[in-house]
């Protein structure tokens, strides 16, 4: 079992930046492949970024490439996203994930568990 808690979502006036936290708590985290998604509001949950077991592979949505990084610290059980150049339509509550399968870690069905998810807001 493993348990996320994000962090580090609010208010952000567009052009801005924010970085969320996700801090795993459980069985050993270093084995989960880590993703990010987000649901903006009256629209399905969507793929973010993911990052591999070790952190050399890297994936992104085509809408948030060279804005977004996402990053992981195995030492301390936790995924980062840095988000720059926000959007207003990056708005929505962004969710973290964890897969022990490695597969298609773009996919939200694979992933086992699931943060309570943060809410970013950018303002035009």
């Known amino acids: 079992q493993v348990q996320l808690v994000e962090s580090g979502g609010g208010l952000v006036q567009a052009g801005g930046s924010r970085r969320l936290s996700c801090a795993a708590s459980?069985?050993?985290?270093?084995?989960?492949?880590m993703g990010w998604f987000r649901q903006a509001p009256g629209k399905e949950r969507e793929f973010v970024a993911s990052?591999?077991?070790?952190?050399?592979?890297?994936y992104y949505v085509d809408s948030v490439k060279g804005r977004f990084t996402i990053s992981r610290d195995n030492a301390k059980n936790t995924v980062y996203l840095q988000m720059n150049s926000l959007k207003p339509e990056d708005t929505g509550v962004y969710y973290c994930?964890?897969?022990?399968?490695?597969?298609?870690?773009?996919?939200?069905?694979?992933?086992?568990?699931w943060g309570q998810g943060t809410q970013v807001t950018v303002s035009s």
């Open positions: 990052i591999r077991r070790n952190g050399f592979f890297t």
């Open positions: 994930a964890a897969r022990l399968n490695p597969g298609d870690v773009t996919a939200i069905m694979g992933y086992d568990y």
């Open positions: 459980g069985r050993a985290f270093s084995s989960y492949a």
